[in-house]
């Protein structure tokens, strides 16, 4: 019964056998499967030798890699190294400006100019009398020298005719011989209540009697105050001046008068403060000092005809309070100096001076497009002087001042929203922007100053004096200075006789102030 359904349907017992190939057929699938087999070996050793060649060409590229990286790290190293040595020659150039801009710098730098302008004063009325010395008055001749013909001709031997009487003026010194005093000082005591009285003269500068009644007198310590610190001579030459002119003294002598001086003049030098305080325009100054060797401060300011010097440790804001005053409400024509901006009762014009130096030397070193922006700061900057002179003479108003001082600011302000991808002018940029607002005062305001020229020109002959002799040994002997080099300056800003003056300080009873011309009084 299986095998009739088996018979029945055969496809339930499997699926149906395939018929067997013929032999040939066999032959023909083996030798076409060896060929195939034989392409694939082919193959197979290309694909390899493919493959060697690129597993060397990645081993030459990982090399070029390593090489590259390589000389990468050592350009990122030497762009480093040149940054720092870029850096660092900036710094130098810069410090080497500073110096040769120091007042202290010796007069002569450079090669010398190959056609210089002729030496002395331009000709013409406007620069004064070309002439020559003028006779003194007849009254003012104190002798009078007859040098009478020969008795014959030089030459011949024959009588000589007087024909004229010519004159020859000489202005000589007087044979240097001191003027020894001797004040006889009456002292005597009060029959009723026995107090000793010892009574002055007027030209007498101490009541020192005894072993310290041998002094110098008020006009020798007057002088030897003023060429010490006002011609900046040190105290051995003092001596040695003196010495010329018949007074003895040692170079300790010398130091001590001084101080002397310097503490009759102390009232004098406190309403010289007094007088800063109240004048309408200070310029204010300072430099580097040395006392005892250390770092110290000299600062200047200069108010209506009068001058301060200050000898301080620092240079901030409480060194410049000290002679100005926190309350100080004028005007400062000043530098850049970060401290001077705390004195915000004040109104400020910074110095456009220093500025347009600063674009001289941003141009001297400009490269193509980094001279844009410094060109055009100080086309600002000369537009704003060009007005300061012609209203000067007279014709432009006030008004027109104004309006043209806020026309430069407006560009100013253009300028400084700009962008500069160099950092030297986006540092300018950025310190025009900080003293936008004290940039045009002396367009706004009359009688201010565009620089601070008068601080410089009082702390110059202080410079010149520190390059010779360094600066003040103790705290008491800068004292000494600032004191006496203030009274003197003054006196010179006033056309007053600096050594009639301290004479006159010296010979007081007691300390006072000077009859200067002080602001405020």
């Not at 004064?128 to 013909?149: M, N, S, T």
């Not at 001596?239 to 003294?249: E, S």
Request: hydrophobic share 40%.
């Amino acid at each position: 019964m299986v095998s009739e359904r088996a018979h029945l349907e055969p496809g339930l017992c499997g699926p149906k056998p395939e018929p067997e190939p013929e032999p040939d057929g066999w032959r023909h699938r083996i030798a076409l499967l060896e060929d195939e087999n034989a392409a694939l070996q082919d193959r197979g050793l290309q694909l390899e030798g493919e493959q060697r060649r690129l597993e060397r060409e990645q081993r030459r590229l990982r090399e070029r890699i390593d090489d590259l990286e390589a000389e990468r790290d050592r350009l990122q190293a030497e762009s480093e190294r040149l940054e720092q040595a870029n850096a660092r020659l900036r710094d130098q150039v810069e410090a080497l400006r500073r110096a040769a801009k120091r007042q202290a710098a010796p007069f002569s730098r450079d090669d010398p100019t190959p056609h210089p302008k002729r030496a002395g004063r331009k000709v013409g009325a406007a620069h004064g009398r070309h002439e020559h010395r003028q006779p003194p008055a007849p009254e003012r001749v104190d002798r009078v020298v007859v040098v009478g013909l020969p008795g014959c001709c030089p030459g011949c031997g024959g009588e000589l005719a007087l024909e004229r009487v010519a004159a020859q003026h000489v202005e000589e010194l007087p044979e240097p011989r001191p003027l020894l005093i001797r004040y006889d000082v009456h002292i005597g005591r009060c029959r009723s209540c026995g107090r000793r009285v010892q009574p002055r003269h007027p030209e007498q500068t101490s009541d020192a009697l005894g072993a310290a009644g041998c002094q110098l007198g008020p006009r020798a310590v007057a002088v030897a105050s003023w060429l010490s610190k006002s011609l900046g001579i040190s105290a051995a030459k003092t001596a040695r001046l003196l010495g010329q002119l018949g007074v003895g003294i040692t170079a300790g002598g010398v130091v001590q008068a001084v101080a002397r001086a310097a503490r009759r003049a102390q009232p004098t030098y406190q309403t010289l403060i007094e007088g800063v305080r109240a004048s309408p325009q200070v310029a204010p100054d300072e430099t580097g000092w040395r006392v005892g060797g250390r770092r110290a401060w000299l600062w200047a300011f200069v108010g209506e005809q009068v001058t301060v010097y200050r000898i301080a440790h620092g240079r901030g804001y409480n060194d410049a309070e000290q002679v100005l005053g926190a309350g100080y409400a004028g005007v400062l024509e000043r530098d850049g100096w970060a401290p001077y901006r705390k004195f915000t009762s004040a109104t400020h014009q910074t110095c456009v001076a220093h500025l347009l130096r600063r674009c001289r030397e941003l141009l001297a070193d400009a490269d193509r497009g980094q001279a844009r922006t410094p060109h055009a700061v100080r086309r600002i900057l000369l537009r704003a002087l060009a007005l300061r002179d012609a209203s000067q003479a007279g014709t432009t108003d006030q008004a027109t001042l104004a309006a043209e001082a806020d026309r430069l600011a407006a560009q100013l302000d253009k300028l400084v929203a700009g962008r500069t991808r160099y950092p030297p002018n986006r540092r300018l940029l950025n310190h025009l922007a900080v003293e936008r607002a004290q940039l045009f005062t002396f367009l706004r305001l009359p009688g201010v100053q565009a620089t601070n020229w008068r601080a410089e020109q009082a702390i110059r002959p202080a410079v010149v004096t520190r390059k010779s002799w360094g600066g003040n040994r103790t705290w008491a002997g800068a004292e000494t200075w600032q004191v006496l080099a203030s009274v003197l300056r003054t006196a010179a800003q006033q056309a007053r006789d600096p050594v009639e003056l301290l004479t006159s300080l010296l010979q007081a009873p007691s300390p006072m102030a000077a009859d200067l011309a002080i602001p405020g009084r």
